[in-house]
């Protein structure tokens, strides 16, 4: 039992460092694009993600992990795409408020050209709500992959996951063995709150308004 959450861990921790690496960089490049450049393509992007997000996420995601098959990779990249559209909203914002401040005017104003203005003034300034966002979608994408795993489309056996392990044995024998359910879950829980610790300790550490108190 403690083998199968060790391992449940690894897989756990595969699927949720892997997608959120994907959906940092899906993210990042969707909202300062829209941002920085505006007008129809921001217009036309941002009417895309509205109706990605009208949709339930987890009905959207079953649907495609039912076409594609259940593996670690693809489980990975449809949870990475999947939260970096729907973060692209915040890292947007932060982008259209950090592109009007007077040193973008003159940056451009002494001719730089837009991925100078981009890389070295618009990003460095984006990159700490990037890093609070990725740290506190995680714990997110690891409740999501065990969602998905309880159901039977996460991450296929042999592999352990800790969805996996409610769903198989902790339904089959919760009465007679409550431990096979209330060991998973509890570790479960203990990964989710411990990451969603670490992104409210960075959000306090990267944010510059929180540094006084």
Not at 128 to 143: E, F, H, M, N, R
Request: charged residues 10%; aromatic residues 8%.
């Amino acid at each position: 039992m403690a083998t199968r959450i060790l391992y449940g861990a690894r897989v756990s921790l595969y699927v949720g460092f892997g997608a959120v690496g994907i959906a940092s960089l899906i993210a990042t490049a969707l909202g300062i694009f829209c941002a920085y450049w505006g007008g129809r393509v921001d217009l036309l992007l941002q009417r895309v993600v509205d109706a990605w997000m009208a949709f339930p996420g987890l009905l959207i995601l079953m649907s495609i992990m039912s076409l594609l098959g259940p593996s670690v990779l693809n489980i990975a990249l449809v949870l990475g795409i999947a939260a970096g559209i729907r973060e692209s909203r915040i890292v947007r914002g932060v982008a259209l408020s950090i592109r009007e401040n007077t040193y973008i005017e003159s940056a451009r104003a002494m001719g730089s050209g837009h991925l100078r203005v981009t890389f070295m003034h618009i990003l460095p300034n984006v990159l700490p709500t990037i890093i609070v966002v990725a740290t506190t979608g995680l714990s997110t994408v690891i409740l999501t992959e065990a969602s998905l795993s309880f159901l039977g489309l996460g991450v296929p056996p042999p592999h352990p996951t800790w969805g996996g392990m409610l769903s198989l044995s902790g339904l089959d024998h919760m009465y007679r063995a409550p431990w096979l359910a209330i060991w998973p879950a509890v570790a479960l829980s203990l990964a989710v709150f411990g990451f969603n610790m670490l992104g409210d300790a960075l959000r306090d550490l990267l944010d510059p308004r929180l540094k006084g108190g």
